[in-house]
């Protein structure tokens, strides 16, 4: 019998956007619960997120960090090493934006680079890559054993569905840049790419260190199953938040004048020319 989860996405039922839209809030509601225990204990989060070009990456991420504070959670999603960076130790540039107490960071991809697009394309040699399948488990042991609550999350598109992604981001003016020339070469060696994720896995996907894998064919249901279970997987608790009390009415001396408007430049009334249009 095959799961909802191994269902191609034209059959899997799909949740409505009513259940979608509530649970996304309970579940953000959750995370700033989460943010305030990490802040209030002093621990340590770092989540990771691989997969695919057009896997829901990004997407997720947007959701998790929509209503969080960005001095306690925030995205480290690295541009291309520099020259100086390529001649450091692989793992330096990372462990710069690993956390301090009380912080969340959120690596959107990761060192995990080297085991995918580096390797694929030939970014790193072979022994290159074969030192990180034998030191990334070694280096994320130390990382847990300093307190670090690791989590690794793997989003899992199809071909078919991937393509599509890619082609409605042509025609979108709002992302377009999300499409590159290393985002269409993934489509010419998806087999490659298949290929060094499975050896990624055999290595990588350690007890003390696993993946978990999301099937993201179906954005939505790809979005609610991670952060579920991300907040699953942490024994965090509520902090009390200290209450403020609003005054009833700001206290005003009598003697303040504002400046006249004309002193200042504002805005040009953009909204009222659309409301004129639309008449």
Not at 44 to 59: M, T, Y
Not at 114 to 132: D, K, N, S, W
Not at 243 to 253: F, G, I, Y
């Amino acid at each position: 019998m095959v799961s909802n989860s191994q269902q191609a996405p034209e059959t899997q039922p799909r949740i409505s956007n009513e259940v979608y839209e509530a649970e996304l809030f309970r579940l953000q509601t959750e995370l700033v619960k989460l943010q305030e225990w990490v802040k209030f204990s002093g621990a340590r989060l770092v989540v990771v997120f691989e997969g695919r070009d057009g896997a829901g990456k990004g997407g997720t991420i947007k959701r998790i960090t929509e209503y969080l504070n960005p001095r306690v959670a925030r995205i480290a999603a690295l541009p291309a090493p520099t020259d100086r960076e390529r001649g450091q130790w692989y793992y330096q540039r990372y462990v710069a934006q690993l956390p301090t107490k009380g912080e969340i960071v959120l690596f959107d991809r990761s060192w995990y680079n080297r085991a995918g697009v580096e390797t694929v394309m030939g970014f790193c040699t072979p022994q290159e890559h074969a030192l990180f399948l034998q030191q990334t488990p070694i280096f994320e042991q130390m990382l847990i054993e300093d307190g670090i609550l690791l989590r690794k999350y793997w989003f899992s598109v199809s071909e078919d569905e991937q393509l599509r992604r890619f082609k409605a981001r042509r025609n979108d003016p709002v992302r377009q840049w999300k499409l590159s020339p290393m985002d269409l070469e993934s489509l010419k060696r998806w087999e490659d790419y298949s290929r060094a994720r499975d050896q990624m896995m055999a290595y990588t996907d350690k007890p003390h260190s696993p993946w978990f894998l999301v099937e993201s064919d179906i954005k939505k249901h790809a979005r609610l199953n991670m952060m579920a279970h991300l907040l699953s997987t942490i024994d965090y608790r509520n902090v009390k938040m200290p209450k403020v009390k609003l005054p009833d009415h700001p206290v005003v001396s009598g003697d303040y004048q504002r400046p006249p408007r004309e002193l200042s430049t504002y805005v040009d009334d953009h909204v009222a020319t659309l409301i004129s249009q639309a008449k």
